[in-house]
């Protein structure tokens, strides 16, 4: 992860100097707006990774000398048999078509949205109060 704060950091610093450029140059809020949120995205996203590379264990990205096989293994848990996104995904693409057909498909959208995500983020809790 160093490696990725790293370049999210200095990526950070070419945008904000060409957005003090641009915004000199031309003079343009919108797009000088635009270059300066870029800016604020990508230094957020590189305090983020050289913070937690400093309290995560060194990964194989991170070693000069390490092997592709190196960083096999487990990514994680993924769901195999999920219908939650599918709803999340109808109702967001109901609620992005609302701004281009009429406001009135967002009211539509907002429930499946509502459903999808309280359906996946509850899809595997089980505990004591599951049956209260």
């Given at each position: 992860?160093?490696?990725?704060?790293?370049?999210?950091?200095?990526?950070?610093?070419f945008?904000?100097?060409?957005?003090?450029?641009?915004?000199?140059?031309?003079?343009?809020?919108?797009?000088?707006?635009?270059?300066?949120?870029?800016?604020?995205?990508?230094?957020?996203?590189?305090?983020?990774?050289?913070?937690?590379?400093?309290?995560?264990?060194?990964?194989?990205?991170?070693?000069k000398?390490a092997?592709?096989a190196?960083?096999?293994?487990?990514?994680?848990f993924f769901?195999?048999?999920?219908?939650?996104?599918?709803?999340?995904?109808?109702?967001?693409a109901?609620?992005?078509?609302?701004?281009?057909?009429?406001?009135?498909?967002?009211?539509?959208?907002?429930?499946?949205?509502?459903?999808g995500?309280?359906?996946?983020?509850?899809?595997y809790?089980?505990?004591?109060?599951?049956n209260q």
């Amino acid at each position: 992860m160093k490696i990725q704060g790293r370049m999210f950091i200095w990526l950070s610093v070419f945008i904000l100097a060409v957005a003090i450029i641009y915004g000199l140059w031309s003079k343009e809020p919108v797009g000088t707006t635009a270059l300066f949120m870029s800016f604020g995205l990508s230094i957020m996203v590189g305090y983020y990774l050289a913070f937690t590379a400093r309290r995560v264990d060194t990964g194989a990205q991170d070693n000069k000398d390490a092997d592709v096989a190196d960083d096999a293994g487990e990514l994680g848990f993924f769901s195999p048999h999920s219908w939650q996104p599918l709803v999340l995904a109808v109702g967001g693409a109901f609620a992005f078509l609302g701004v281009a057909i009429g406001w009135w498909l967002v009211y539509i959208s907002a429930p499946l949205l509502l459903i999808g995500l309280f359906g996946w983020v509850f899809e595997y809790y089980h505990g004591e109060n599951q049956n209260q």
